[in-house]
């Protein structure tokens, strides 16, 4: 019983800290373990005291010593990865038809817009021509249909005062219905025949008089027009009808009648006067009557507005004009950006490292044609451990070296750390982009080892990393200069060696050793148990069994 106590109590003491970062997920089961480990080891060290309590608790255990001496030390994160172009592309098409050129050849450097393809286009080019014809009608067609609806606004088309409104508000109009009349009663004509002979020397513009049958009151006008077709009036007589625009005084009117003179020559008989101006206004399209802007007897200039009407069904004509023609539009769109689909050109500067389609071949749709790759630098990621990750940032230098090109280090920088981390098991990684400009010898797909130094230190006191326990505490040979300071923490009774935990402060720390700012001197001697990979969780927990790591 005593010999199967001994031998637990031997196996849970707990080792000095030190060796290698471990994960996330092993320190927490290495603390759990570390609970359990010490509350065994207390239970197994008392009925150890009770079988035997004059023996120490390390009396079977074997220490490895180091002298404290003098290093350089460097903190390094190192990793594996492979080589990536800065930049990379698959030259794909939709397209379905035949490669007509591709100038081009593997290993060939070629520039962001050099054509690299062009393809049959001759049914593309039909298409686009007849989009093309479909949008001219539909541009026509809206144009139409928006001068129509012009025609819902009546204007007058000419001046003069309005004689009168046939219309309401609310009334339905039809195309050619009249609407409105306009007259200009300013200006009256007065249409009378001459003979052909004489009127033949008149002229437009030429003074005339003109009297009045009723009362004989002369009036001074002026010939608008004269009629270049003859009449043979009763008696063989030869005439020709002229037309005298005379002012209105106020008096005149149609029922009124008149001959004229022109110089010496007079009218052969009498007229009866006409306005000047005299318009009826016909709606152009059907309609209702929403709006009456002038009233009778109103005067109105050319093109004013007179009446507006609305209708229903122009402006689902309208509205249906528009729709087509954005439609033609747009197909006329798609099918120009897919006639430039039939000329292939280089979307990045780079180097052709596979072509997969030649000219004569016929393409498939999302096929890839050919992979451009741009070598004006590499790239690699390295996955960096979630204990190490907030020691990274970017512009921090790396070292790179690749088992293709021997006796060759190459010099990256980390241009990004991502934050996006990638858990396996209990531990997390988080992928550090690392740029290298001077590549020759590596290309794409090698593998490389990368190292980042995050500190380094030269010609410092420093210890194992294995001999730093818990608490920053090392134990030291009672012989060592700075056991003065420390602790007595187990003895021998038989004449073994002491020893003496004493605090330290640390500084950088390596793969294997860690420096000592303080604490420690030239001369110490640390006492630890060496760790192993089995129980490096340990070693990363405890203290020395029955000290201050407890």
Not at 259 to 279: L, M, N
Request: aromatic share 6%; net charge negative.
């Amino acid at each position: 019983m005593k010999e199967r106590l001994a031998a637990a109590g031997e196996k849970l003491k707990l080792p000095g800290r030190g060796g290698p970062k471990q994960k996330p997920g092993k320190k927490r089961r290495w603390k759990k373990l570390a609970v359990v480990a010490v509350a065994l080891a207390v239970a197994a060290g008392v009925c150890w005291q009770a079988l035997k309590p004059s023996q120490s608790a390390a009396a079977d255990v074997t220490y490895t010593t180091a002298a404290v001496e003098r290093r350089n030390i460097t903190s390094q994160i190192t990793g594996s990865g492979t080589m990536e172009a800065a930049d990379s592309y698959s030259v794909t098409t939709l397209l379905e038809d035949t490669i007509l050129t591709a100038d081009f050849e593997e290993g060939d450097e070629v520039e962001e817009g050099t054509i690299l393809y062009t393809i049959d286009s001759s049914d593309a080019a039909n298409s686009l021509e007849q989009a093309e014809i479909s949008l001219s009608q539909s541009e026509r067609s809206y144009q139409n249909t928006m001068e129509t609806l012009e025609d819902l606004t009546i204007t007058s088309p000419v001046s003069g005062q309005v004689y009168s409104i046939d219309v309401e508000v609310g009334d339905e109009v039809s195309a050619g219905e009249t609407v409105a009349t306009i007259r200009d009663s300013n200006t009256m004509s007065l249409e009378v025949t001459f003979p052909a002979d004489d009127a033949a020397s008149f002229y437009v513009g030429q003074s005339a008089t003109v009297t009045l049958d009723s009362t004989f009151e002369t009036l001074t006008g002026t010939i608008s027009e004269i009629s270049g077709t003859d009449t043979v009036l009763s008696g063989n007589v030869i005439v020709r009808s002229v037309t005298i625009d005379v002012s209105n005084p106020g008096g005149l009117s149609t029922s009124q009648t008149a001959s004229a003179s022109v110089g010496e020559v007079t009218s052969t008989g009498s007229g009866t006067f006409a306005y000047r101006e005299e318009e009826t206004v016909a709606a152009e399209i059907s309609g209702e009557v929403s709006a009456i802007q002038v009233a009778e007897g109103d005067q109105v200039s050319e093109n004013q507005t007179l009446i507006v009407l609305t209708s229903d069904d122009l402006d689902d004509t309208v509205q249906s004009a528009q729709d087509s023609l954005r439609n033609a539009q747009i197909s006329y769109e798609n099918q120009t950006e897919q006639l430039d689909d039939y000329t292939i050109t280089a979307p990045i500067k780079g180097t052709i490292v596979d072509k997969y389609y030649n000219a004569g071949e016929i393409t498939e749709s999302n096929a890839v044609l050919c992979t451009i790759y741009d070598l004006s630098y590499l790239t690699m990621t390295l996955n960096v451990d979630e204990l190490d990750i907030a020691s990274i940032e970017v512009g921090q230098s790396v070292s790179i070296v690749a088992d293709a090109v021997e006796d060759t280090t190459y010099e990256g920088i980390v241009t990004k750390v991502s934050v996006a981390g990638t858990s396996s098991g209990s531990a997390t990684t988080y992928p550090v982009t690392i740029r290298i400009d001077e590549t020759e010898g590596l290309l794409p797909g090698m593998s490389v080892d990368a190292t980042i130094t995050l500190d380094s230190a030269e010609d410092v006191l420093s210890i194992p990393s294995a001999a730093l326990n818990r608490g920053d505490t090392v134990l030291v040979t009672a012989d060592s200069p700075s056991a003065v300071n420390g602790t007595l923490v187990e003895s021998s009774t038989e004449g073994g060696q002491d020893y003496y935990s004493v605090e330290v402060t640390t500084g950088v720390s390596g793969d294997d050793y860690i420096e000592i700012v303080s604490g420690l001197q030239e001369g110490d001697t640390v006492a630890y148990i060496p760790t192993s990979s089995s129980d490096s969780g340990f070693a990363m927990m405890g203290g020395m069994p029955g000290g201050p790591g407890f």
